[in-house]
C-alpha cells in the first residue's frame, strides 16, 4: 500500500503552488505568520519546521512549494494507514482493508488536496487517527493511556481544522458515557487543552504585516480564533445566507454529484450504505458494532451541519464547487470505513479482494490524467510570476484578489521572487487591526484611516496612489479588485504608447484552455478567466485613445489584442457578453489591419465574427456594419471575404 501510494503521489505532486488557499500557507510557513482565520497554528508550525529541517540540516535546496507538499504526500499515506488499522483485521480482511485504505487516498477530492500545500492533509491524518482510537476505546475492556492519547489528538484537530469538532463531539461523548469515565474527566480535558496549545502560537507570534488579525489581545485573539468576521459556523459573511432550507438546496445535490462523478466514488456510496446497514444490525460483535455505529453517528452528525451551514453560493458561483469539494473529504473517510464493512457482507470472501480491487483501479483511472497535467502545468504559479517578473525595479503594487495575493506572497516570502517589489495587499489595510508600521517598506498610508470605498471613514485608492506616485518614482501600479464603488483612480491612470506596450506584455502567456481539465471549480479556470478580463480591459482603453487608427504601433498592439479576445472568448470567455461597444471596436481593428497586411487571413475572418456578434447584440446597429456582414467585404479594402 506505502509503495502504491508513494509511486502515484510521487508522479503527481504539484511540482509548483497551486490555487486556492496554498499560497498563503506555505507563506505563512515560510515565515511563521498567522494565516486567515482560524490561524492554523498546527499547520504552520508543522509544515513549517519540515520545511526549515529539510532546506537546512539536510542541505535540500528544492523549491519550498515542492518540500511542503511531499510532507502532505506522506500525512496522506500516513492517513491510509490508520484507515487500515481501524478495519483489518477486526472488520474485514488484511487485504480488503489495504486496498480500501489505498482506494481512499487515490479518490478524487482525497488525491487532489492531500497532496497541496492545505490544511486537509493533516485534517485527513488525525481524523483517521482518531477513527483508529474509537475502535479501541470502545472496546472492553479500555486502555486509559488509549482514551487520554485520543483526547490529545482530538485537541491537536482542533488547532489543525475547526470541522473536527462534529467528529469529536460524537466521539468524545460516546467514550466517557460507555466507560462512565467522569472521575476521569478532567484529565481527559487536560490532555484535550495540551493538545490545542498549538493556539499558543498567535499570541507568541512577532507581529508582522503579513499575519492576519490582531493576537496580542484577548479580544483580537478570540475573534481570530473564533472566525468572528465570517461567522464561527459559516464559511463566508453573508448576512443574508442563514436559510438552513437554502443551503441545503445547494449543497446536497453538490454532494451527491461528488458521490457519483466516478463509477468509483459511486460504488462506494452503494457498499458504504450496505455497511451501514450491516452496521445498524446485529451482525458484527459487540464491541465493534457500538464503535462502529458511533463512527455512522459522527459521519450523519457532520454531513447535517455542514450541508445545513455551509453558507457559500454554488450554482452562481462555480469556482465554489470546488471550494466546497476539499470539505468532502471528511466524510469520505467514513464512507470509505464503512464500504470496507460493506464488502465483507455484500460479497463471499473470494469476492472481496477483487472488488476492492476494482473500485482501486476506477478511482484511479478515473484521476490520474488530471493529477498528472495539473502536478506539470503550474499555471496559477506562471501567472504570479508573470505579474511580478514585468515589473520595474523598486515598484509599489497595490493588489487585490485572493489568487493574486496568494501566489504572490508565496513567491515573494518562500522563493524570494522581485524582494525589491513592495506588495501592499488592499484586503489587509482595509481590516481596523492593519498597522501600516508594521510594513517594511517606503509605502507610505493616510494617517488614521483605513482603505475603502466610504469616503467617511476610509480613504480611497486614489488617495493612495497620490501619496506614493513620487515616491515610487512613477513605478507605482495597481492590480487585481478594488473595494466596490471605488473609481478613484481611473483619472490618476496613464495613457500613452509605452504604457500601452508594457501593459500588453505584462499579459500572461498560459497554456492553450482545456474546458475538460479548466473546470469552472478550478483555480486555474480563474486564471484564464482573470486573463481574459485584463485584455478586455487594455482593449478599452486602447479603444478609447484618439487617433487609434493612425497610429501604426498602437494599432498593432490592439490588433494583438483583439487577435487573443476572439480566440478567448470562444473558450475561457464563452457565456460571456460583451459589449456593444467592444465588438464593434474589435471589428473595427481587425478591418484596418488586414487592410493594411492583406497577407492576414485571419484578420478578416476575425471582423466578420466580431460583427455578427455586434450586430446580434446592438437592436440599433450601425447600417454600415449589418452590410458589411451581410456583403462580406472589408470596407477598408474593399476586399471579399470567402
Not at 450554482?315 to 464512507?335: H, K, M, Y
Not at 495597481?478 to 504604457?499: A, N, Q, V, W
Request: aromatic share 10%.
Amino acid at each position: 500500500m506505502t509503495a502504491v501510494l508513494a509511486a502515484a503521489f510521487a508522479a503527481t505532486m504539484p511540482r509548483r503552488i497551486p490555487g486556492g488557499d496554498s499560497g498563503e500557507l506555505a507563506a505563512c510557513a515560510c515565515v511563521w505568520t498567522v494565516p486567515h482565520p482560524p490561524g492554523y497554528p498546527l499547520f504552520t508550525m508543522l509544515y513549517g519546521t519540515w520545511l526549515w529541517g529539510l532546506q537546512s540540516v539536510m542541505s535540500l535546496p528544492d523549491a519550498p512549494a515542492v518540500l511542503m507538499s511531499s510532507l502532505s504526500c506522506a500525512l496522506s499515506i500516513g492517513a491510509a494507514h490508520f484507515l487500515f488499522d481501524a478495519l483489518a483485521p477486526a472488520l474485514v480482511d488484511p487485504w480488503t482493508g489495504a486496498l480500501l485504505a489505498t482506494a481512499f487516498a487515490l479518490s478524487p477530492a482525497v488525491w487532489e488536496y492531500g497532496m497541496q500545500v492545505e490544511v486537509f492533509a493533516l485534517h485527513n491524518f488525525l481524523l483517521s487517527m482518531l477513527v483508529w482510537f474509537t475502535m479501541r476505546c470502545l472496546r472492553t475492556p479500555y486502555r486509559l493511556r488509549d482514551v487520554l492519547s485520543a483526547a490529545f489528538v482530538c485537541g491537536l484537530a482542533m488547532s489543525n481544522q475547526h470541522t473536527s469538532i462534529v467528529f469529536i463531539v460524537p466521539v468524545a461523548a460516546s467514550v466517557v458515557v460507555y466507560h462512565s469515565l467522569w472521575r476521569r474527566l478532567p484529565l481527559i480535558i487536560l490532555c484535550f487543552v495540551a493538545g490545542v496549545a498549538p493556539y499558543a502560537f498567535l499570541p507568541l507570534s512577532t507581529p508582522s504585516a503579513r499575519s492576519w488579525g490582531r493576537h496580542d489581545t484577548l479580544a483580537g485573539f478570540l475573534a481570530h480564533v473564533l472566525r468572528s468576521t465570517y461567522g464561527s459556523a459559516k464559511m463566508v459573511q453573508d448576512q443574508n445566507s442563514t436559510d438552513i432550507r437554502k443551503n441545503l438546496s445547494e449543497t446536497v445535490p453538490v454532494f451527491l454529484d461528488h458521490l457519483s462523478d466516478t463509477r468509483g466514488m459511486f460504488l462506494v456510496a452503494v457498499l458504504a450504505a450496505v455497511g451501514m446497514v450491516a452496521v445498524l444490525s446485529n451482525r458484527l460483535p459487540r464491541d465493534m458494532r457500538i464503535a462502529s455505529r458511533v463512527l455512522l453517528a459522527s459521519l450523519f452528525v457532520y454531513l447535517l451541519c455542514f450541508l445545513s451551514l455551509a453558507n457559500i453560493p454554488l450554482s452562481s458561483a462555480p469556482l465554489n464547487v470546488g471550494v466546497i469539494a476539499r470539505f468532502w473529504q471528511q466524510a469520505d473517510l467514513l464512507l470509505f470505513f464503512f464500504a470496507a464493512i460493506g464488502i465483507r457482507h455484500a460479497f463471499t470472501d473470494r469476492l472481496q479482494v477483487p472488488v476492492a480491487a476494482a473500485i482501486v483501479a476506477l478511482l484511479f483511472a478515473s484521476s490520474v490524467s488530471d493529477r498528472y497535467y495539473s502536478a506539470t502545468e503550474g499555471i496559477v504559479d506562471t501567472f504570479g510570476r508573470s505579474i511580478l517578473e514585468s515589473l520595474p525595479a523598486s515598484s509599489i503594487v497595490f493588489l487585490g484578489g485572493d489568487l493574486n495575493i496568494a501566489v504572490l506572497r508565496y513567491l515573494q516570502d518562500c522563493e524570494h521572487v522581485r524582494p525589491d517589489v513592495a506588495v501592499v495587499h488592499l484586503p489587509f489595510i482595509s481590516q481596523p487591526w492593519f498597522r501600516p508600521d508594521l510594513m517594511n517598506t517606503f509605502v507610505k498610508f493616510p494617517p488614521g484611516r483605513r482603505y475603502g470605498a466610504d469616503p467617511s471613514s476610509e480613504y480611497p485608492i486614489g488617495s493612495l496612489i497620490d501619496l506614493n506616485i513620487e515616491r515610487a518614482n512613477g513605478r507605482l501600479f495597481l492590480c487585481g479588485s478594488f473595494s466596490k464603488g471605488d473609481t478613484s483612480y481611473k483619472e490618476r491612470f496613464p495613457t500613452s504608447l509605452s504604457f500601452y506596450h508594457k501593459a500588453r506584455a505584462a499579459l500572461p502567456a498560459l497554456p492553450a484552455f482545456d474546458p475538460a481539465i479548466h473546470a469552472p471549480s478550478t483555480w486555474e479556470h480563474v486564471v484564464y478567466k482573470d486573463a481574459f478580463s485584463a485584455r478586455l480591459g487594455l482593449f478599452q482603453y486602447i479603444i478609447a485613445e484618439p487617433g487609434l487608427l493612425d497610429d501604426s504601433a498602437l494599432l498593432k498592439v490592439a490588433r494583438d489584442v483583439a487577435n487573443e479576445i476572439a480566440e478567448l472568448r470562444l473558450t475561457v470567455g464563452k457565456g460571456r457578453v460583451l459589449s456593444a461597444n467592444i465588438l464593434y471596436n474589435a471589428g473595427v481593428v481587425c478591418a484596418r489591419w488586414a487592410a493594411e497586411h492583406r497577407d492576414d487571413a485571419t484578420a478578416n475572418q476575425q471582423m466578420i465574427q466580431f460583427w455578427q456578434a455586434y450586430v446580434q447584440r446592438d437592436q440599433d446597429a450601425d447600417r454600415a456594419i449589418v452590410d458589411v456582414v451581410q456583403s462580406r467585404t472589408n470596407p477598408f479594402s474593399g476586399q471579399v471575404i470567402p
